[in-house]
């Protein structure tokens, strides 16, 4: 890291020296507060929340004093402790810390399904990894990862034949209007954190004087953005962004004194500028996990997405060493932990509210959703690939593995519908009590919606939205669709009849823009309960049926791994006549997404990255094939449900 880098962290609750610190509302004994500090407060004026920057010293765990019921565990802490007024939560700056907490180490425990998959060992507590090892901790390699993250010139050392040749082809090729113009715009929208690019904005249209968190990096936001630059072949934003919300991921962060799971990345970040003591600023990392999201909702797919992007940068740059590194590791490890962790659940399929991916309102996802599946999945096969096979971590494996078929299983059998399973399902007979029931969700054939009936082509076949007891979402999401094709978590038929439906639905997926979030709208009554009268989300708008260009690369990764480029194309083309047009809008609106969306920001960096990163995918179609999953035979081996 370089000497400047100082990240805001969550205080309360964050694992001292080692100490796991419980998650108890009643633990304000517990809770060691992380400093021996003297501290100064200052107001941040630019900015909501207040940062306080510390000057720490450590050694020493001093437990504060404060209420435990505050809504903002921290705020509670720090507003007793200097007597500052504020309501919002608070953040900790952290200066330099990890030299002084080296020679601390202790070790806590992570549990997945009963099985201790490893000692997790934290090193200090603060603003240091904590780090996964083997018993033997090798000392040195343990220094060169706990000196925190080391953002070194990787352009020369990084540069694979991919890279070079992804460069070198480009150097030949000549861009058209839109794409210089998109480029452009990526670029602008870059982040730097002391000096090196870390992310790109959401959004970044200057005449936008509410962004909101548009202002932000979102982690699933970026993907797009470092897909382009990877096949671009500038791998070094990407590195620079996997390490620094790596960094971000091991502090807790609470909601009303109750702390999700260890291993959470945060939806999103910003890079804040501090005002020091002596007239001076330095730029710190601000993370949200969504205590400050619309809805306090729970950004699950952002870790998911970050396994993702780390396999494919190690892929398209051949940078092994990331990988391998300990700290790196360890982040793969907490967030499949995470994931796997024991729960009330009957089934392989990851359970979660509403508003945990990149619909992140409430649309009535809450359960099963496809989405998070398909990316669990993805997640799970990456994890797979990168984990070092060791004594610490082969139990995690099997545990991986185990869910891999389960959930691939789960999915291909209950999730599927085509015209001969919907037919099925209007013959299901009901209340079957007994474990070899057909219809073993309890699903009353009532539930198939009328539109569906009338919908569903001759060919082709799609991944249902949800499944529940007694509940079948029929609605058609996209990205769980393509996301399946691309991560081979359908079946190479399933794959490609998806795509057979989308070219028979073409009118409705596509339309006059790639491509409708969901299919179809709710209306009425359904829209009324479901969203809880979301005026953001009325029919055919945002989530609701709303038309998202940032799902073409999506779409376009999936075609060509199907041998569908035509489709591919088609969708560009319609996008292209469109996008810079429109100022490069976040949604569109409608049923055939005729209208720039209502409340669609423009400029979104997603959508132009989107765009940038399909036209690159067709360019290179061997970097691409890098990108997606084959089926693994060895899974259906072990599959014993089959
Ligand atoms: C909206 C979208 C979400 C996206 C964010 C930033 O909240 O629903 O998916 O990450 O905007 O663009």
Redesign the pocket.
Known sequence: MKPCCRILLPCKNTPFLGVPIPKSPNSASHNNCLFNSHFCAHNDHTSSPRVFVFKTILGQSQKPNFAPNSNWGQSRIFSSTCGCNFSKRAHYLVASLASNVKSFSTSIETRVNDKNFERIYVQGGINVKPLVEKIDLDEDAVKKEDDGIEVKDVENDLKNENLKEAESADAGKEESEVEKEAWKLLRDSVVTYCGSPVGTL??NDPNDKQPL??DQV?I??FVPSAFAFLLKGEGEIVRNFLLHTLQLQSWEKTVDCYSPGQGLMP??FKVRSVALDDNKFEEVLDPDFGESAIGRVAPVDSGLWWIILLRAYVKLTGDYALQERVDVQTGIKLIINLCLSDGFDMFPSLLVTDGS?????RMGIHGHPLEIQSLFYSALRCAREMLALDDGSKNLVRAVNNRLSALSFHIREYYWVDLKKINEIYRYKTEEYSTDATNKFNIYPEQIPHWLMHWIPEEGGYLIGNLQPAHMDFRFFTLGNLWSIVSSLGTPKQNEAILNLIEAKWDDLIAQMPLKICFPALESEDWRIITGCDPKNTPWS??NGGSWPTLLWQFTLACMKMGRTDLAKKAIDIAERRLSLDRWP?YYDTRNGKFIGKQA?LY?T?SVAGYLTSKLLLEKPEMASLLFWEEDYDLLEICVCA
């Open positions: 959401a959004a968190n548009y979102f699933r936001d939806a999103s991916c990149m619909i992140d309102r945002y989530h976040e920001r979104q997603w």
